[in-house]
């Protein structure tokens, strides 16, 4: 039962990990490249709610199996999952009311805590991989 559990706390930390990167450096940059300023934030807007559910799921499933694996990994990606969440539902809906009301300087205030928030995570899942990898079978 342990080995079934390392594997998939690792895969998922590895999901994790590896999602949160792509999103955040990949997809969300490309899109302001691909396409015409409004329909970028338009789409990023629509991407990014189901991007945290995503997280806060993938980091609470990564949490429970690593909890026979390594408690320091497991409470890592439980603490992802759980700052993940006013993420979600306080700091995305403030930063959409600032680019809606035309407060720039609160968006950049509030945009940089999210990447801060989210380059965060992405140390974090990284660590907790890198911990369960090394973890003994």
Do not use: K
Request: charged share 10%.
């Amino acid at each position: 039962m342990a080995a079934w559990l390392h594997g998939a706390a690792l895969l998922a930390a590895a999901a994790l990990f590896g999602g949160m990167g792509l999103f955040a450096g990949g997809f969300a940059a490309f899109v302001f490249t691909a396409l015409p300023l409004q329909e970028a934030r338009a789409l990023i807007r629509r991407a990014f709610p189901p991007f945290y559910l995503w997280v806060i799921f993938t980091a609470a499933i990564a949490a429970g199996a690593a909890w026979p694996v390594d408690r320091a990994a497991c409470a890592v990606l439980a603490a992802i999952a759980v700052s993940t969440v006013p993420t979600r539902q306080m700091l995305m809906p403030a930063i959409n009311d600032a680019t809606d009301s035309g407060r720039r300087r609160r968006f950049a205030a509030l945009h940089g805590l999210s990447v801060l928030i989210t380059l965060a995570h992405i140390a974090l899942a990284g660590w907790a991989l890198i911990r369960l990898a090394a973890a003994p079978i």
